[in-house]
């Protein structure tokens, strides 16, 4: 019944901006922190950000320090990944995940994956 659905994903070219999607369906939005993850082809999956259940406090890794902004808005059930100045490397899977209330570093705290949506930065 809980569920999270990512969208926004696409072709864009170095330098270019994406933003993506996740939206809350089944379950109480603003009691959760919402992390964004990504996996490239033949690598593990990483954190990327994360924003608490008030949005009172975020994190980033460092690659994307800088250039990724995440939000919330509980109201409308939806968390956003603002991707500007893109890479690459930036190239990936990107999925959104739940954990109660608060932020972690470890991936495995954070509840079971959809299916993401697919992020391509080449010229």
């Known amino acids: 019944q809980p569920q999270l659905v990512e969208s926004g994903g696409g072709l864009v070219q170095p330098g270019g901006s994406l933003r993506l999607s996740c939206a809350a369906s089944?379950?109480?939005?603003?009691?959760?922190?919402i992390g964004w993850f990504r996996q490239a082809p033949g690598k593990e999956r990483e954190g990327v950000s994360c924003?608490?259940?008030?949005?009172?406090?975020?994190s980033y890794a460092d690659s994307v320090k800088g250039r990724f902004t995440i939000s919330r808005d509980n109201a409308k059930k939806t968390v956003y990944l603002q991707m500007n100045s893109l890479k690459p490397e930036d190239t990936a899977v990107y999925y959104c995940?739940?954990?109660?209330?608060?932020?972690?570093?470890?991936?495995?705290?954070?509840?079971?994956w959809g299916q993401g949506t697919q992020v391509t930065v080449s010229s």
């Open positions: 924003i608490s259940f008030s949005g009172g406090t975020t």
């Open positions: 089944g379950f109480s939005l603003d009691d959760y922190a």
């Open positions: 995940a739940r954990r109660d209330y608060f932020c972690s570093p470890d991936v495995k705290d954070f509840g079971p």
